[in-house]
């Protein structure tokens, strides 16, 4: 089992519509997690830290289950501007020195 | 600020040939991470740093080696480049601080023939 998988996408959604996605990590003693958005040939950036239960950025809305080990993000109202590939990332040591990158879910929101 | 920048931006090489990419960042953060990305996988660790003098392995180190002599500086080396080593690479950085936010580089392509 591959240490962090996500759904493997694309998601081709409309605007306006809802959108989840999931994450699965297999280090149950794993800390920290996180959310980044990667553009098309560029850098991740950090879209949301997931601590404890889950936490809420506007139109984005992260959730942890730790007894089910998975992450999802749900983002809300899509924008075409969200098109995007939607890293999960796990800190496995808890020091912040290994971090594990899923491979990534590619959203396409169309007009 | 320029925040996170790597050098070169692009570049083709030989099998055989060795190479050095610098990552510079003026943010003062002690950590410092090297990472590959190949198409349908995640990012994946091949060195990191958490201070200056320091460094340490990641999940895929074979092939690579690292110098952080300077605090703003990491450096990844490629003695001699396989074609395997065909990727994008980005540099990280983040702050000793509670944050875990890495901050990432804007990647160097490498194609090696």
């Known amino acids: 089992r591959k240490e962090v998988e996500q759904d493997p996408g694309p998601f081709n959604v409309p605007e306006g519509a809802t959108v989840a996605f999931n994450c699965t990590y297999s280090n149950s003693a794993s800390q920290s997690f996180f959310w980044y958005r990667q553009d098309c040939r560029k850098e991740p950036k950090l879209l949301m830290s997931?601590?404890?239960s889950g936490n809420e950025d506007g139109r984005f809305t992260a959730q942890l289950n730790r007894a089910s080990q998975y992450i999802s993000l749900l983002i809300r109202d899509s924008k075409l501007s969200d098109s995007a590939t939607y890293l999960c990332v796990v800190n496995m040591d808890n020091y912040g020195q290994n971090f594990v990158f899923g491979p990534g879910t590619r959203l396409s929101v169309l007009p | 600020n320029a925040g996170v920048t790597q050098t070169p931006k692009f570049r083709v090489l030989k099998t055989g040939q060795s190479m050095t990419l610098l990552c510079a960042q003026d943010m003062n953060h002690e950590y410092m991470y090297w990472y590959r990305q190949d198409p349908g996988m995640g990012l994946r660790l091949i060195h990191y740093s958490v201070g200056e003098g320091t460094t340490a392995k990641g999940e895929v180190p074979d092939g690579y080696n690292v110098s952080r002599l300077k605090k703003q500086n990491f450096l990844l080396g490629l003695e001699s480049a396989a074609p395997s080593q065909t990727s994008v690479y980005f540099c990280a950085t983040r702050g000793a601080g509670g944050s875990y936010e890495q901050y990432f580089g804007p990647g160097t392509r490498l194609t090696v023939t």
């Open positions: 997931v601590y404890s």
